[in-house]
């Protein structure tokens, strides 16, 4: 029964999907559904069974008592980190007041939970818990602390009043006003200092680690860095995505085997069904986000690209929306459908990947535009998805437009389209060349007029007083390249992925798994399919597109002097080397690797 309990986490994944929807659509339907859950998990929190005292959640409330006496129980944070996101979002994305009571209101409850479990043991006993799945609980509450500790007297006052019903409770309004300090301490209570502090003194122990567990604490520790500026935790997520991107992600930009890191650089002997559980590429999106926010390095907004089209857009069955898949295998001759998990359903699967999932295909415009305010505005076009972006404080609207890939045009063609409304502004706006672009043919117009083509791997800048009609586009030669497995043993050099631009290719073939190119580039072994086959492969088509590459396999030998074409991810070893303040003696890992059994043995049981 308790397993079952615990799908209540995709209410949570619901209200932030839906929230993100509806900020794209204003669907009117739509907001009426999310309000109506909204209210009835007021209810619910309201009950008199839970005693006023804001807790809310599915299952009772003993099971935190066996989670702080370190007693079996399957991760009741982790669903709880859910339903508070959710709730957070409709507040921030879709304006519900009253769902940001209700965060205030469960923060208040699990504070208080923590900090009893602390008097009445010790720190480390609350640090040894974490060895349980949490979820991104201090990242949630980094972004709770960020909006309470801004929001005006009022503004806050007539939520809670809202919530407890008694507008004039002054009291009741001060003691949320203090509890805004209290989110930040909680937040800092749910940063797992043995992991954490592993990555703050530059060590590559991913090893046996669930991908899963960790990856939502690393954004936490980026939103710590977001709302304390303690640069610390900036150079972790630098080297953590740094870590997982030269020594633990496959060639579609995905993490982790069976739920799990395995030893940095051995991936060869880790091909099966069970890769890359999609979980782990959705939050990995969120590190990368947060690093090119920083930074603006083409580096993370190419991964970026890589994972979302083989990592993201891969995890849902092409002709059945709302099919989706745990996993995604990467060994030769495995299918996707004859897997552990295989395909879900529409209706009846409620695995921690479809709720991710229906939140990463609700968000599929995020990403695309970045804006740089202050005295010199400046736009970011970081990805190529055919889109309208309205610049409301400059008065410019942008429409992306993008020619459908085909093999028998190896270029992408964009077409970016910037009106002004009414004068234009001068201001600057930057367009991605990635790093994947061929420079030989690449080219640039602006208005019909060449304009000096940017490298690949940097922006192209564009400086002017944009008018009504102005028209940039964009040619980018993609060329076939192969890349070789994270896997540093002679024997697996041979073992590579082959790419089309940011595209992992699939080999069809039957019989001989191995590709003996010789000395040959890539381009002369791997040929366009003829249209005439393309009805034998629905799911590897463009619906608009007119073809597709195929090739002869996916394991290549002798490949000579092919170009593998692996762009280095560069080692920061120059960094400021502090342990966290908060670092104890708990074995993380060791703690973590009983979590896995008992992890292991609920999903056996599905």
């Not at 508070?84 to 469960?106: E, I, P, R, S, W």
Request: proline share 4%; with cysteine.
């Amino acid at each position: 029964m308790e397993r079952h309990l615990t799908f209540v986490r995709n209410a949570g994944h619901y209200l932030s999907a839906a929230a993100k929807m509806w900020a794209s659509t204003h669907n009117g339907t739509l907001a009426g559904k999310m309000s109506a859950v909204v209210d009835a998990l007021h209810a619910c929190q309201q009950a008199p069974a839970n005693g006023g005292a804001g807790y809310l959640s599915a299952f009772p409330a003993e099971f935190f008592d066996r989670f702080e006496a370190i007693q079996p129980v399957w991760a009741p944070y982790y669903t709880i980190h859910k339903i508070m996101q959710g709730l957070l979002d409709q507040y921030t994305v879709a304006g519900n007041g009253k769902a940001l009571a209700m965060v205030v209101a469960m923060a208040g409850y699990f504070g208080e939970r923590v900090r009893s479990v602390i008097q009445r043991h010790s720190i480390e006993r609350h640090w040894t818990s974490l060895n349980e799945e949490t979820g991104g609980m201090n990242d949630v509450l980094y972004q709770l602390y960020a909006i309470t500790v801004t929001l005006p007297r009022h503004h806050l006052f007539c939520h809670v009043c809202s919530w407890l019903h008694a507008a004039s409770d002054a009291d009741t309004f001060c003691s949320v006003r203090q509890n805004d300090q209290r989110h930040l301490v909680l937040a800092h209570l749910f940063d797992k200092p043995c992991f954490l502090g592993l990555l703050a003194v530059q060590a590559d122990s991913l090893s046996d680690f669930h991908a899963n567990t960790h990856i939502p604490i690393v954004v936490g520790g980026q939103m710590r860095y977001e709302v304390t500026g303690d640069p610390l935790y900036k150079e972790i997520a630098t080297f953590f995505m740094d870590v997982v991107n030269s020594s633990h992600t496959y060639a579609t930009g995905g993490t982790s085997v069976s739920e799990f890191w395995f030893d940095p650089k051995r991936l060869a002997e880790t091909l099966t069904t069970e890769n890359e559980e999609s979980c782990t590429t959705y939050n990995m999106l969120k590190v990368s986000r947060h690093l090119f926010r920083w930074t603006k390095e083409i580096a993370y907004a190419d991964y970026y690209e890589r994972a979302l089209i083989n990592g993201v857009l891969s995890i849902q069955r092409g002709r059945d929306p709302g099919v989706m898949i745990y996993m995604l295998p990467q060994g030769p001759g495995k299918s996707k459908a004859v897997s552990y998990h295989g395909w879900g359903t529409q209706y009846d699967s409620f695995w921690c990947c479809y709720g991710t999932g229906i939140e990463s295909f609700s968000k599929l415009g995020d990403s695309i535009y970045f804006e740089e305010k202050g005295g010199k505005p400046a736009l970011y076009i970081v990805q190529y998805i055919p889109s309208t972006f309205n610049w409301r404080s400059v008065g410019l609207t942008v429409t992306q437009q993008v020619k459908p890939l085909s093999s028998s045009d190896q270029n992408l063609q964009v077409s970016l389209s910037i009106s002004a409304k009414t004068n234009g502004q001068y201001v600057t706006v930057n367009v991605r060349i990635p790093s994947w672009a061929s420079p030989n043919g690449a080219k640039a117009t602006l208005n019909d007029k060449d304009l000096q083509m940017a490298s690949p791997g940097t922006f192209l800048s564009v400086t002017k007083q944009w008018g009504s009609g102005d028209r940039l586009t964009l040619q980018l030669p993609i060329g076939l390249r192969t890349e070789a497995i994270k896997d540093d043993r002679p024997e697996y050099a041979t073992l590579q992925a082959v790419l089309f631009g940011p595209f992992l290719l699939a080999g069809l073939t039957t019989g001989d798994w191995d590709a003996k190119a010789g000395g040959a580039a890539v381009s002369e072994w791997i040929t366009p399919v003829p249209a005439s086959y393309n009805s034998q492969l629905v799911t590897l088509t463009q619906e608009s597109g007119n073809g597709t590459l195929g090739l002869t396999g996916l394991k290549i030998r002798n490949t000579g002097t092919i170009d593998k074409g692996e762009r280095p991810w560069i080692y920061h070893n120059n960094r400021r080397r502090r342990l966290l303040d908060t670092i104890t003696g708990c074995d993380c890992k060791t703690d973590r690797q009983t979590d896995t059994r008992r992890k292991q043995e609920y999903i056996t049981e599905c």
